[in-house]
């Protein structure tokens, strides 16, 4: 596993550049998520542009004024913050060895902070004095869906990450009330779903108040949400970030971190060894969560048992040989690696909403498809996943299987309903004629 870009780059490469660790890999990856899935939007809002299915709207600007003094202290705040982290990282001895913990300490470099923050101050002044005229005009410009991307982007990147730790948080109820404070600023803990949720009622308020179709806006970003999440899940296996699923009880771990056929009394054995390391789990299920499943068809062994070796969380025992500050963990019992299998069925679902999308002859249909895969693929992959489960009338669901089997319903209520929606009512008409 790497936890960060410059154990990847270290290991692979064999090059030491220490500014890496600022990069975290899971991080990094859904960055690389966001861009691809924007790419993808931006080409089906421009599609349904062009196919007169959505319109411009005319906003009234004013060109020729100098910079004002909001913009100016906006632009050094920007500035200051990102000078005193960021190039204060580089600078303040010791900061490069937790980077992560650096960025969210009160810790900084005060000069870097305020000569950076002076300059983007006065970059903004001169780019608008340029620009100044003497008499400062106003003019009509047409902003089209497709020239909104930007904003959709960074709203969906700030709501889902505030519902992606909110949830989490409620469905980690007893380890939050010990640490209300530090667990909401962790850099851990995030679940998708609630991302997901707080994300779309987000943008449909944007949209709204744009007045800008939701339902061919989500018709359009649906491959690319199922891109993001089968992308995210490289972070979530590459990094080890505790995302994985129940023990397979067919394998033990040696103390290289390497995962080996086992005995039914070996697995017992183990277990019992280290049961100190599954309390959390046991706490919150009740059980060690395991099921004994050997390679098959010539699979290799590390598609169903992985040790995470190197994992970012630090969960697990010692690995022997290890000189990676703190990364020097692995699992002793190996896990079904559940990001693998995301992976594979969130970008082959990518794909298959991607060769499908024009087939459909009313708006939203193709959303209410993407809603019914995601959800049956998580609901699936839940059932060899480790998580905390509710007691309602005698079932014992997960969050996220309770999320799933709610979004199969709603894409197939979607699917149903679509014709009868405002936007498709002329062309069902129309359909109906002929």
């Not at 277990?271 to 098959?296: D, N, P, R, W």
């Amino acid at each position: 596993m790497y936890p960060n870009l410059y154990y990847l780059f270290k290991d692979l490469f064999g090059v030491s550049l220490p500014f890496l660790k600022v990069f975290n890999t899971f991080g990094t990856m859904v960055a690389i998520s966001f861009l691809v899935c924007a790419w993808m939007l931006t080409k089906e809002l421009k599609r349904k542009e062009a196919k007169g299915l959505l319109t411009y709207k005319e906003v009234s600007i004013t060109v020729g004024q100098p910079a004002s003094i909001a913009d100016i202290i906006i632009n050094f705040i920007f500035g200051f913050i990102f000078g005193y982290k960021f190039i204060g990282l580089f600078l303040t001895p010791g900061a490069s060895a937790d980077p992560a913990g650096y960025i969210f300490s009160s810790a900084g470099n005060m000069p870097a902070g305020i000569i950076l923050g002076l300059l983007m101050a006065f970059l903004k002044w001169r780019s608008k004095n340029k620009l100044k005229l003497a008499k400062p005009e106003k003019r009509i410009i047409k902003i089209w869906p497709s020239d909104r991307v930007g904003d959709l982007v960074l709203i969906a990147a700030v709501a889902g990450f505030a519902g992606a730790k909110v949830f989490d948080n409620l469905e980690n109820w007893d380890r939050f009330i010990q640490d209300p404070i530090g667990n909401l600023f962790s850099r851990s803990g995030l679940t998708f779903y609630g991302g997901l949720i707080v994300a779309a009622i987000s943008i449909y308020y944007y949209l709204r108040s744009n007045k800008i179709s939701f339902i061919h806006v989500a018709d359009a970003i649906a491959p690319g949400l199922m891109f993001a999440y089968g992308w995210g899940r490289v972070g979530c296996q590459v990094a080890g970030d505790g995302d994985w699923g129940i023990i397979n009880s067919a394998y033990i771990s040696n103390s290289d971190g390497q995962a080996l056929l086992a005995t039914p009394q070996q697995f017992s054995y183990k277990l019992t060894q280290y049961q100190s390391i599954y309390e959390e789990h046991i706490a919150a299920t009740g059980e060690v969560q395991h099921a004994a499943v050997k390679a098959f068809a010539g699979l290799p062994d590390w598609l169903f048992a992985f040790t995470y070796t190197h994992n970012v969380n630090r969960e697990g025992v010692p690995l022997a040989h290890c000189n990676w500050d703190d990364y020097c963990t692995y699992l002793p019992l190996p896990v079904f690696p559940t990001p693998l299998y995301e992976i594979m069925m969130g970008l082959l679902l990518c794909l298959l909403l991607w060769r499908i999308r024009k087939k459909f002859h009313f708006a939203g249909q193709l959303f209410a498809v993407y809603l019914f895969v995601n959800g049956v693929e998580r609901f699936l992959i839940e059932k060899i996943r480790v998580n905390t489960k509710y007691n309602i009338f005698g079932y014992h669901p997960t969050q996220a299987e309770l999320i799933s089997f709610a979004l199969i319903i709603a894409g197939i209520v979607l699917y149903w309903y679509a014709p009868r929606l405002n936007v498709n009512k002329t062309k069902l008409q129309k359909v109906q004629t002929d």
